[in-house]
């Protein structure tokens, strides 16, 4: 060394580097991934168990809006029905007669009724045990209720004004013309007989909706004659608004 410059001293000591860089680089760069790693670590669940809970969510969130569309798809479908129906009303006779199907030849062109199709029915009065005996015999040409063409019914049969007792017929699907077979009886005095009145309605069974009623047959049982069994066809009528 030189006289007078300053003495350098050297040491074995290690050297530290301090770095300026962030910690927390990783931590912003994908914060979801943070925040998944620390969910499994506080659920104490294995990584197949989360993703199976994850994924069984994602599958019933994506039923339930299938289910959604589904209903939205028949509300459309049914106010679509409606829009034809009061379009078809201002229609004149020879129009009318395109549209309607040619299997229906006792329906009326040009007029407002609509056809629901037809039902066999018959009626016994037993006077010695006061029982009144409706049979829902079979069903034919009735109106499609369903998307597919088809409908799923089923009749009620109950006698007015009393209406003490409901009966159903089975539920038939898939087909517009049932053969039901089936005899309800009814305990009905003479007097009672004559201002009676047999209702006998046609459904369309739906199993998550309001079941929708096709037609209905209401038949004054004061204009029979009760010497022997009635039975016979008869078109099905536009249900009554009121009993």
Same mark, same amino acid.
């Given at each position: ?70 209903k939205c ?12 129906q009061i ?8 129009? %009318?007669?395109? @549209?309607?199907?040619? /299997?229906? =030849?006792?329906?009326?062109y040009g007029?407002? #009724?609509? &056809? ?22 079979? %069903?034919?040409? @009735?109106?499609?209720? /369903?998307? =597919? ?6 009749? #009620?049969? &109950? ?85």
């Amino acid at each position: 060394m030189k006289a007078g410059s300053p003495s350098l001293i050297v040491t074995n000591q290690p050297i530290h580097t301090i770095s300026t860089m962030s910690t927390h680089t990783n931590a912003t760069v994908n914060p979801a991934a943070g925040f998944f790693e620390d969910l499994l670590i506080h659920l104490h669940l294995p990584r197949w168990a989360v993703y199976t809970i994850f994924g069984a969510g994602g599958l019933i969130i994506l039923l339930c809006c299938f289910c959604i569309c589904i209903k939205c798809c028949c509300k459309r479908k049914r106010r679509q029905k409606k829009d034809q129906q009061i379009i078809l009303k201002g229609l004149d006779g020879r129009t %009318a007669t395109a @549209l309607v199907q040619p /299997d229906m =030849g006792d329906v009326d062109y040009g007029s407002t #009724k609509q &056809y629901r199709g037809k039902l066999l029915y018959s009626l016994g009065y037993n006077a010695t045990l006061s029982e009144l005996t409706v049979g829902i015999k079979q %069903a034919v040409n @009735l109106k499609a209720m /369903d998307l =597919g063409g088809s409908s799923d019914p089923y009749v #009620k049969v &109950y006698i007015l004004p009393e209406k003490f007792k409901v009966f159903e017929t089975k539920v038939f699907k898939n087909t517009l013309n049932p053969f039901f077979n089936e005899q309800f009886t009814f305990q009905l005095s003479k007097s009672t007989l004559q201002k009676s009145t047999a209702v006998m309605k046609v459904f369309d069974f739906n199993r998550f909706t309001k079941h929708e009623i096709i037609g209905e047959l209401r038949v004054q049982l004061c204009n029979i004659d009760w010497n022997h069994v009635i039975e016979e066809w008869q078109d099905l009528a536009k249900p009554a608004k009121f009993e």
